[in-house]
């Protein structure tokens, strides 16, 4: 998920270090898309080695004292006129707090030097399944070297012991690897996300995360003329290229790592190890957080139950009275059971014929799968991938409220189905910050209509897959929208009824559009607190929501949505985590959900959880007694998420859930 690059040159010229220096540069800058928690760089010269890594974007990185030393060892290394590597990271974190030094890339362990893109979802079980093993930090990164480590104390040759590494770590994993006494650069990767070019000469590698960042960063530099870009090529998933350096040429030698090597293959020869330095000591590690009691915080979490039981309900579905705009009929049937239409797909077949046109050559990429870490999008990639055989890449737009299990999750799914990821990652500490802000205005004013101004962060969603799609030049974006999931009371909570039949999920009326940014500019006008640095964030939110032309498919409008068969797929084949706070599967990727969930349902008494549920009742997959029982089950707070967002927006829970209760309800 985090961006790796860098190069290997065999026969540098000490006259072209600026263009070198040029060169990184531009890697880095490209690569900051894919993570701006933390970034790291190092130089492997022929007898030294010398590593920067910080808590902060590579951006700043880049404007630091630290990289100004950091540059002086880079052109050392470059006027020596023998080989060098150099390699970089921009870091989103995931394993490993970044505040700790040891967390963050490269990671450095016995003389080996790692950069990680991906997340080693089963790293926990591995240490313990190999409980000889010492761990020291927090990133997942550490259990990839160490048990390298491990396979090589016992004879195993470089490649031996990455292809037994690899076949014991789960997840969609790639590395760029340096070890000491070696000269030789491992690229290798579980799902394909890792791209290498070599010049004409064979003098020059170079290698990241994306095809794209690859292509632009030899299109804007002295090297151009090397390479051309139909010579950027993918590193299959499931293999390794060795890139051996230091004799007239370079050497490259691919690796399949899911077949043992053989004895004498791939066997490397030693030379005497380089010097390692870290350019910044490690700090102390940081304590171990303490597991949080959650009892107390339940006992705030204050909901009359009783009452909501009691409220009148649709005698067909479980909407209440309290839902906007709505209405009943004689025998008690809601407007919405009235006004709804029963799902009609064309089924597999018309999936298959609408597909047929965007395929491509076997192996070459055919769509792209937006992936959140959900379960209807991480069924729709397994789908794509196995029903329909195609060759999709997948797409995650993070904003910084996907949360770990979710990221976990696109990893397992990505690493299974040996398909590329594609990241997108905001300032997720700005994102974040723009949260809090939006939170603490609407609790001075709280208003069911602006609470949408929470999630305004993410609608930028739509924009990178449209532009993701036409980088990759691909000819069709599949999403795994469930249709079943409306939740129009959002919008109708701002006066707008939004109660018909649509043909896209994410859509208004012309005139509800200027309806609501006429509510909006109503309640900014009120709530002078709104008119602040969010404004940009929310408005490019609304644009990419409302008025980028959504010239997509999802592929449930084709084929029915099963819940049980998504969430028996996603959990019995891939091993899909869940949530420990609730035991839906639904919406627990999503840091904001249980937050707005539960003022949706302590002020209204529902929640997104009973409009799934009566769209169910009205397809006839659930009986009414079923979905009120486990809407019920499902609206209870989940404690343990609404403090996990509280803390990472900054906000008091306990201040906050307070002033949430304190607000009137409307039963």
Not at 98 to 108: L, S, Y
Not at 163 to 173: D, R
Not at 295 to 318: G, Q
Not at 320 to 334: K, L, N, Q, Y
Request: glycine fraction near 6%; aromatic fraction near 12%; charge should be positive.
């Amino acid at each position: 998920m985090c961006g790796i690059f860098g190069f290997v040159v065999n026969q540098p010229s000490g006259q072209m270090y600026e263009q070198y220096l040029s060169l990184l540069e531009r890697l880095c800058l490209l690569s900051e898309t894919r993570g701006k928690d933390a970034s790291g760089l190092v130089i492997v010269g022929w007898d030294s080695i010398h590593v920067l890594k910080r808590p902060i974007r590579v951006k700043k990185l880049l404007r630091s004292k630290e990289y100004v030393t950091f540059k002086t060892q880079f052109e050392e290394a470059v006027k020596t006129g023998k080989p060098f590597i150099v390699m970089g990271h921009a870091r989103m974190v995931t394993n490993g707090r970044a505040e700790f030094h040891d967390n963050n890339q490269p990671v450095i362990h016995n003389n080996m030097i790692c950069i990680h893109n991906g997340i080693v979802v089963n790293d926990n079980q591995l240490w313990r399944e190999h409980s000889q093993l010492k761990r020291y930090n927090e990133v997942d990164t550490e259990v990839i070297l160490t048990l390298l480590e491990m396979f090589r104390n016992q004879g195993k040759t470089l490649a031996q012991a990455l292809c037994l590494v690899f076949s014991q770590i789960q997840g969609a994993n790639s590395i760029a690897l340096v070890a000491s006494e070696l000269n030789v650069l491992v690229l290798a990767t579980a799902n394909g996300s890792l791209f290498s070019a070599q010049s004409y000469d064979h003098q020059l590698t170079i290698f990241a995360s994306e095809k794209y960042i690859l292509s632009k960063a030899l299109k804007h530099t002295f090297f151009k003329g090397q390479f051309r870009e139909r010579e950027v090529s993918q590193i299959d998933p499931g293999s390794a290229l060795l890139v051996n350096f230091g004799s007239e040429r370079l050497h490259t030698a691919p690796l399949n790592l899911t077949v043992p090597v053989r004895e004498g293959v791939f066997r490397l020869e030693n030379r005497q190890h380089r010097t390692v330095t870290d350019m910044r000591a490690s700090e102390p590690r940081l304590p171990v957080k303490p597991m949080q009691n959650y009892t107390a915080l339940e006992k705030l979490c204050d909901i009359d139950h009783d009452r909501i039981h009691h409220l009148r309900r649709c005698t067909r579905c479980i909407l209440p009275e309290t839902f906007p705009f709505i209405s009943f009929d004689a025998d008690g049937v809601c407007s919405y059971c009235n006004n709804y239409k029963q799902w009609r797909g064309p089924g597999h077949t018309g999936l298959e014929k609408l597909v047929e046109p965007f395929r491509t050559a076997k192996g070459k990429p055919d769509c792209l799968v937006p992936i959140s870490g959900g379960r209807d999008s991480s069924y729709a990639l397994h789908y794509i991938c196995r029903e329909l055989d195609m060759n999709p890449v997948a797409y995650t737009y993070d904003w910084g409220m996907v949360t770990d299990l979710a990221r976990r999750n696109i990893s397992r799914m990505c690493g299974a189905l040996g398909v590329e990821h594609i990241l997108i990652s905001a300032d997720i500490a700005q994102k974040r910050a723009n949260v809090q802000m939006n939170v603490k205005a609407w609790l001075k004013k709280p208003h069911l209509g602006t609470i949408t101004l929470f999630m305004a962060g993410d609608k930028q969603f739509f924009y990178f897959a449209r532009l993701v799609q036409k980088q990759m030049e691909l000819k069709a974006t599949l999403y795994g929208m469930n249709p079943f999931e409306r939740t129009d009371f959002k919008v109708a909570f701002c006066g707008i009824n939004e109660n018909y039949q649509k043909d896209l999920h994410y859509n208004l009326k012309v005139f509800n559009k200027l309806r609501m940014i006429a509510f909006f500019g109503m309640r900014f006008l009120e709530n002078t607190s709104y008119i602040n640095r969010t404004l940009m964030d929310s408005f490019t939110g609304f644009f990419s929501y409302y008025f980028i032309p959504k010239d997509y498919y999802s592929i449930y409008d084709y084929i029915y949505w099963d819940e049980t068969e998504v969430t028996d797929t996603i959990l019995q084949e891939y091993g899909w985590e869940t949530s420990p706070d609730t035991k839906s599967t639904w919406r627990i990727g999503d840091g904001t959900a249980s937050f707005y969930n539960y003022i949706y349902h302590r002020v209204t008494g529902f929640s997104e959880n009973d409009t799934l549920r009566s769209n169910q009742i009205r397809e006839g997959r659930m009986d009414r007694e079923t979905a009120l029982k486990i809407a019920t089950e499902d609206n209870r707070p989940r404690v343990q998420s609404i403090k996990w967002y509280c803390d990472t927006i900054g906000i008091d829970f306990v201040e906050t859930i307070k002033r949430i209760n304190k607000i009137s309800t409307l039963y």
